[in-house]
Structures are given as structure tokens and as C-alpha cells.
């Protein structure tokens, strides 16, 4: 392991985690996926050091609205009136997510509200996607969903500008267990529009 490597991402977690103080949950959540990120690092990651990394301005950014969005979650509670509820789960980082969705005469994004618990990422892509995602077409939602599942997947591709503060997740793709951490309530979503009504579940692993 390149020890230069190993430092940043320890500093990654200690600065993450001071923001987490008095929430050991949700940094155990954090520093799991961390330290599992390290062991793919040491195993299999032969890539120079400026590509794993995206520029310290970049970085800030990224964690103040991840920690921003984690910490202040919007959408967060109950939807007394929704139209269909999924529960999707994340094995692998221990995350947890229980999304309300109503759907307009339309069958638009009327209205969205998410709980749950899990690590730092997956809340604010959490929060972030019930923001940008409330009062959109079904059409919209469909390209928006296509939009993120590119961005944190496909090395090269360009944010799109429609995307918003969501660009700022394009950095979790240098790490493939954090996708599943961000992708989680994207499927959840995902999944209530194949639903359409009642109750589904939905996971990152294979049943």
C-alpha cells in the first residue's frame, strides 16, 4: 500500500468523523466502508495516486455537502399519503432506507420522504436525490436516475449541469463499495416507479 495513499484516506476518515462525534453509528457505518476501500486499494489498485484522488478544492466540496446533506437530511420523515413505500438495504455498509413516494394524476413525483440509517453517503445521496427529484415527470426521473447511475459508474463521463449539487457524488465511483452506498435510494425510487402502489423491498445484494 502506497503509505502516501493509506494517509490520505486515513485523513478522509478522521475529518469525516469529527463531524460525526456523538454519532458512533453512523462513523462505524463510515469507517467500514473506509477500511474496505483500503483492502481493495492494497489488493488490486495499481493506479497512480492522481487518479484516485480528485483536487483538494473538489474534495472540500464534496464533504461539505455530503456532510451537510448527512447531518441536516431534507425529506426526512413520514408520508402519511403515499402511494407506495419501499425498503431497500445496503449488506455490505449496514445501510438502511425506508422511502414514501406519491405519485400526481400524472404519474409524476407529487411528493418523496425518506428514514432510515447508514453511513454518511448514502444519506445525503438520500437527501439530495428527494430534493432534486420532487415535482419531476416521470420522464425526468427516468433521466435523472440514468444521469447518476452514470455519474458514479462511468469513469469519464460528464456531469451533467441538470444534476446539480448531485455532481459533487462523481467522486464515490474511485470507490466501488461506496456506489452501492449512493446508488442505494436511487434503486429504492427506481423501484417504486415499477411498483406504482402498496409496499416493495429492494437490495444492493443478490437475494
Known amino acids: 500500500m502506497d503509505e502516501v495513499r493509506e494517509a490520505r484516506l486515513s485523513i478522509s ?3 469525516l468523523g469529527e463531524h460525526v462525534e456523538g454519532q458512533p453509528e453512523m462513523f462505524e457505518s463510515l469507517a467500514s466502508c473506509f477500511a474496505f476501500a483500503l483492502q481493495r486499494f492494497a489488493q488490486h489498485d495499481k493506479r497512480p495516486l492522481r487518479f484516485l484522488f480528485m ?5 472540500e466540496l464534496y464533504q461539505e455537502v455530503i456532510l451537510d446533506h448527512s447531518r441536516r437530511p431534507r425529506n426526512f420523515g413520514e ?8 425498503h431497500g438495504d445496503n449488506p455490505a455498509c449496514g445501510d438502511e432506507i425506508h422511502l414514501a ?13 425518506f428514514s432510515g440509517r447508514g453511513c454518511a453517503i448514502s ?28 455519474l458514479v459508474t462511468t469513469d469519464g463521463s460528464e456531469a451533467p449541469k441538470t444534476l446539480g449539487d448531485l455532481r459533487v457524488m462523481q467522486g464515490v465511483r474511485k470507490f466501488p463499495q461506496r ?12 423501484q417504486a416507479f415499477e411498483q406504482g402502489s402498496g409496499e416493495a423491498t429492494v437490495s444492493t445484494e443478490p437475494a
Open 13 to 15: 476518515v478522521y475529518s
Open 55 to 59: 483536487s483538494p478544492e473538489i474534495e
Open 79 to 86: 408520508l402519511p399519503d403515499a402511494t407506495v413505500r419501499v
Open 101 to 113: 413516494v406519491k405519485f400526481d394524476a400524472d404519474g409524476g413525483l407529487d411528493d418523496i420522504k
Open 123 to 150: 444519506q445525503a445521496s438520500a437527501s439530495l436525490m428527494t430534493t432534486k427529484l420532487k415535482g419531476k415527470s416521470r420522464e425526468e426521473v427516468t433521466e435523472m436516475l440514468r444521469a447518476f447511475h452514470d
Open 179 to 190: 456506489v452501492k452506498c449512493a446508488m442505494l435510494a436511487w434503486r429504492a425510487v427506481q
